[in-house]
């Protein structure tokens, strides 16, 4: 078991965003959070991503218990072992697509350049987009800039992969490479957590947990 | 976050935002620039000062308040203030901060000189000022062609000047052979002969290459004779009598304002034209400090100087130093209200960029960032902020500084201790303004950085 959520409850100002949620997700899986707008899907990536730490409840994400964890612990874990993809691509325009992808390294282990280099270009040879390397975001294409995206968040050789709606800002064609190429990192080890309204998305999943108000409606797959 | 990577991070924001960067840095620079001005005028007046006024050097002179010294009657030996002798002078020598004590003694009678044909075309006559000095206080000086000592000479019967070695010469009243009696002036005389005397009258200007040819340079004194006063106002007094002078250089230890002889000489002239009394006390005592003596041990000194019965000179030094502190003081404080409000400005910017940031900070939260490390990237954005401000302030104020002696040297008058430059950019100011740009900024980007580092991740991200 690679992420185990207890009874988690979570409040914005009073109202409550989560209420009992409690999941599993096992390793090699890829598993979809489906719901719609403000079910709370994208709180519950980001409580599993160790970036939202208020939440009552037990998260244990790759052995660690998360509450027990200070904010430099969830720095490190979340640099090490857990990448990060997000709707918008969230690229910082000033970087290079390079720079852009070692981005992790300057809070992690220290590398040497021709390491760092060769890092980069083995990310984004995986996301098919190394010709790219030395380009800037504003030159890219959507699916291009989430492929970078997608290279960043593996940078660090992570175990876990969340993604939140990585196909929202992008056409259907573009939106199926995408998931193709989730499917293929699946295959290579990755575990991946999407969140996703799109049914096409979900349906590439290995296991859908649906959400609602908040709580738990289903959970349909082979691990449910 | 490895220092590298802080920096580097830090590079890249900076190269991003180069219109904020250079907003910020254009405004801390002038409040620097302002400050590094004021403070390296206000040490290169200091430095001037201390050439008229030397910090190690104090005056120990008889009471004010006693009425022997006000009216001068001392002097002649009628005064009621207690002298200044040997006593004091060797009390003043076992204190530990003391280097030397040289006891000086004013002529106290008339007396006139005239000479100067060789040096300046024509002789000049004036009445002779002179202070008579222990000739201890000469040694180590660069002095000749003749030492500064009560030494008189061969004292060899003679009726002409051949009849003795030069530079010995014969005078008339004794017709013993007789060495000129060697003289110091002070840098002072020098000054105000270079910035006054000179231009006003004509007269070529003494640099260093002339200031050493005015070795050697002669003239000749009458004593118990005055241009204004007419003869010695003792009836006992010897009849007036000529000899002759040697310039042998020129000293700090020397009286400012008189020409200085060894003290024997000017106690048995004082002894023959004024009295015997007026050969025993002396007019002041020159107090030597060890170096790096503060200025405490000029307040022990003046204390105990107080607990005998004398004070120390008001040379004006103190006035000096308190008015260019003073002004420092209300320069500085305008220059550090700019610099004051530059870092208002970059906490403003600052305050501004972070909201702008928001995402982005979310992001490197997300790829591994602590908040300490969002914290310490702001501060270090900051830090670079004021280095650079420093720099260019330092370089303005130097720029300035330049400017304003370039000024002063094609149009300002000249006068007595001009420097070549107005201004002392010393290490410690040019090192603490940079510090000070760096802190200022530093405090404006840390309330900003506080902030930054508090944000959601979660939050950020979504913002």
Same mark, same amino acid.
């Given at each position: 078991?690679?992420?185990?959520?207890?009874?988690?409850?979570?409040?914005?100002?009073?109202?409550?965003?989560?209420?009992?949620?409690?999941?599993?997700?096992?390793?090699?899986?890829?598993?979809?959070?489906?719901?719609?707008?403000?079910?709370?899907?994208?709180?519950?990536?980001?409580?599993?991503?160790?970036?939202?730490?208020?939440?009552?409840?037990?998260?244990?994400?790759?052995?660690?218990?998360?509450?027990?964890?200070?904010?430099?612990?969830?720095?490190?874990?979340?640099?090490?072992?857990?990448?990060?993809?997000?709707?918008?691509?969230?690229?910082?325009?000033?970087?290079?697509?390079?720079?852009?992808?070692?981005?992790?390294?300057?809070?992690?282990?220290?590398?040497?350049?021709?390491?760092?280099?060769?890092?980069?270009?083995?990310?984004?040879?995986?996301?098919?987009?190394?010709?790219?390397?030395?380009?800037?975001?504003?030159?890219?294409?959507?699916?291009?800039?989430?492929?970078?995206?997608?290279?960043?968040?593996?940078?660090?050789?992570?175990?876990?992969?969340?993604?939140?709606?990585?196909?929202?800002?992008?056409?259907?064609?573009?939106?199926?490479?995408?998931?193709?190429?989730?499917?293929?990192?699946?295959?290579?080890?990755?575990?991946?957590?999407?969140?996703?309204?799109?049914?096409?998305?979900?349906?590439?999943?290995?296991?859908?947990?649906?959400?609602?108000?908040?709580?738990?409606?289903?959970?349909?797959?082979a691990s449910a | 976050m490895r220092t590298g990577s802080l920096f580097g991070l830090a590079a890249q924001n900076l190269r991003r935002s180069r219109r904020a960067f250079l907003f910020s840095v254009f405004g801390i620079s002038i409040g620097i620039a302002s400050l590094v001005f004021f403070l390296a005028l206000s040490s290169g007046v200091r430095q001037v000062l201390r050439r008229v006024f030397p910090a190690s050097q104090l005056e120990v002179i008889p009471a004010r308040s006693s009425l022997g010294t006000q009216t001068g009657l001392d002097l002649f030996g009628l005064g009621g203030a207690k002298p200044l002798d040997d006593v004091f002078a060797r009390e003043l020598r076992s204190?530990?901060?003391?280097?030397?004590?040289?006891?000086?003694?004013?002529?106290?009678?008339?007396?006139?000189?005239?000479?100067?044909?060789?040096?300046?075309?024509?002789?000049?006559?004036?009445?002779?000022?002179?202070?008579?000095?222990?000739?201890?206080?000469?040694?180590?000086?660069?002095?000749?062609?003749?030492?500064?000592?009560?030494?008189?000479?061969?004292?060899?019967?003679?009726?002409?000047?051949?009849?003795?070695?030069?530079?010995?010469?014969?005078?008339?009243?004794?017709?013993?052979?007789?060495?000129?009696?060697?003289?110091?002036?002070?840098?002072?005389?020098?000054?105000?002969?270079?910035?006054?005397?000179?231009?006003?009258?004509?007269?070529?200007?003494?640099?260093?290459?002339?200031?050493?040819?005015?070795?050697?340079?002669?003239?000749?004194?009458?004593?118990?004779?005055?241009?204004?006063?007419?003869?010695?106002?003792?009836?006992?007094?010897?009849?007036?009598?000529?000899?002759?002078?040697?310039?042998?250089?020129?000293?700090?230890?020397?009286?400012?304002?008189?020409?200085?002889?060894?003290?024997?000489?000017?106690?048995?002239?004082?002894?023959?034209?004024?009295?015997?009394?007026?050969?025993?006390?002396?007019?002041?005592?020159?107090?030597?400090?060890?170096?790096?003596?503060?200025?405490?041990?000029?307040?022990?000194?003046?204390?105990?100087?107080?607990?005998?019965?004398?004070?120390?000179?008001? #040379?004006?030094?103190?006035? +000096? $130093?308190?008015?260019?502190? %003073? @002004?420092?003081?209300?320069? =500085?404080? !305008?220059? &550090?209200?700019?610099?004051?409000?530059?870092?208002?400005?970059?906490?403003?910017?600052?305050?501004?960029?972070?909201?702008?940031?928001?995402?982005?900070?979310?992001?490197?939260? #997300?790829?591994?960032?602590? +908040? $300490?490390?969002?914290?310490? %990237? @702001?501060?270090?954005?900051? =830090?670079? !902020?004021? &280095?650079?401000?420093?720099?260019?302030?330092?370089?303005?104020?130097?720029?300035?500084?330049?400017?304003?002696?370039?000024?002063?040297?094609?149009?300002?008058?000249?006068?007595?201790?001009?420097?070549?430059?107005?201004?002392?950019?010393?290490?410690? @100011?040019?090192?603490?303004?940079?510090?000070?740009?760096?802190?200022?900024?530093?405090?404006?980007?840390?309330?900003?950085?506080?902030?930054?580092?508090?944000?959601?991740?979660?939050?950020?991200?979504?913002?």
């Amino acid at each position: 078991m690679l992420a185990r959520l207890d009874s988690i409850h979570k409040d914005y100002g009073g109202q409550p965003v989560l209420r009992d949620v409690s999941l599993t997700i096992d390793a090699g899986e890829i598993v979809s959070l489906v719901g719609r707008s403000g079910s709370g899907k994208s709180t519950l990536l980001h409580i599993l991503g160790g970036l939202d730490r208020r939440f009552r409840g037990r998260a244990e994400v790759l052995g660690h218990d998360l509450a027990q964890m200070d904010d430099r612990a969830l720095a490190e874990m979340r640099n090490r072992e857990i990448g990060f993809v997000f709707q918008s691509f969230n690229l910082l325009e000033h970087l290079t697509v390079a720079q852009n992808v070692a981005l992790p390294s300057h809070f992690g282990v220290r590398l040497d350049e021709a390491e760092m280099r060769r890092r980069v270009e083995r990310a984004l040879d995986r996301v098919g987009i190394v010709e790219k390397i030395d380009g800037r975001p504003g030159e890219l294409s959507g699916g291009q800039k989430q492929r970078v995206a997608i290279a960043r968040a593996l940078f660090s050789q992570p175990k876990l992969l969340l993604a939140d709606e990585p196909t929202g800002n992008l056409d259907s064609e573009t939106g199926d490479h995408i998931i193709e190429l989730f499917q293929t990192l699946n295959r290579d080890g990755l575990t991946i957590l999407v969140v996703t309204h799109e049914e096409r998305v979900s349906k590439a999943a290995s296991r859908a947990i649906r959400l609602e108000d908040g709580r738990v409606a289903s959970a349909l797959g082979a691990s449910a | 976050m490895r220092t590298g990577s802080l920096f580097g991070l830090a590079a890249q924001n900076l190269r991003r935002s180069r219109r904020a960067f250079l907003f910020s840095v254009f405004g801390i620079s002038i409040g620097i620039a302002s400050l590094v001005f004021f403070l390296a005028l206000s040490s290169g007046v200091r430095q001037v000062l201390r050439r008229v006024f030397p910090a190690s050097q104090l005056e120990v002179i008889p009471a004010r308040s006693s009425l022997g010294t006000q009216t001068g009657l001392d002097l002649f030996g009628l005064g009621g203030a207690k002298p200044l002798d040997d006593v004091f002078a060797r009390e003043l020598r076992s204190e530990p901060e003391v280097a030397g004590v040289f006891p000086r003694m004013k002529l106290a009678f008339p007396g006139r000189a005239w000479g100067g044909a060789q040096l300046f075309g024509r002789n000049i006559y004036t009445e002779l000022i002179a202070e008579g000095i222990d000739s201890n206080a000469m040694a180590g000086e660069s002095l000749g062609p003749e030492p500064f000592s009560d030494d008189l000479g061969s004292q060899k019967a003679c009726q002409t000047d051949p009849d003795c070695v030069a530079p010995e010469y014969c005078p008339w009243d004794t017709r013993k052979c007789e060495r000129p009696i060697p003289a110091t002036i002070s840098p002072f005389i020098l000054e105000l002969y270079n910035g006054v005397l000179a231009p006003s009258h004509g007269l070529p200007k003494i640099g260093d290459f002339l200031a050493s040819k005015f070795r050697g340079f002669g003239f000749n004194i009458e004593l118990g004779r005055s241009f204004i006063g007419g003869a010695s106002p003792t009836a006992t007094a010897a009849p007036p009598t000529q000899r002759r002078v040697m310039l042998v250089g020129i000293s700090p230890r020397a009286s400012q304002l008189a020409v200085t002889l060894p003290l024997g000489f000017v106690r048995r002239f004082n002894a023959a034209y004024a009295g015997e009394k007026s050969a025993a006390a002396f007019s002041s005592v020159l107090v030597e400090l060890k170096a790096n003596q503060g200025a405490a041990a000029a307040t022990r000194i003046a204390a105990l100087a107080r607990v005998r019965g004398f004070e120390l000179a008001d #040379s004006g030094a103190e006035r +000096a $130093s308190l008015a260019v502190t %003073l @002004i420092t003081a209300l320069f =500085a404080l !305008i220059s &550090l209200s700019i610099v004051l409000l530059a870092t208002v400005n970059i906490a403003h910017s600052f305050f501004r960029q972070v909201a702008e940031r928001k995402r982005e900070i979310g992001v490197l939260r #997300s790829v591994g960032a602590s +908040a $300490s490390d969002i914290r310490k %990237l @702001i501060v270090v954005e900051a =830090a670079a !902020i004021g &280095l650079a401000g420093g720099v260019v302030g330092i370089l303005l104020a130097r720029l300035l500084g330049f400017g304003v002696d370039l000024a002063a040297r094609s149009f300002a008058p000249d006068f007595p201790f001009r420097p070549s430059s107005y201004f002392s950019f010393d290490l410690a @100011i040019v090192l603490g303004a940079l510090g000070c740009a760096v802190v200022a900024c530093v405090v404006g980007g840390y309330f900003p950085a506080r902030r930054a580092a508090a944000l959601d991740p979660a939050e950020a991200l979504t913002s």
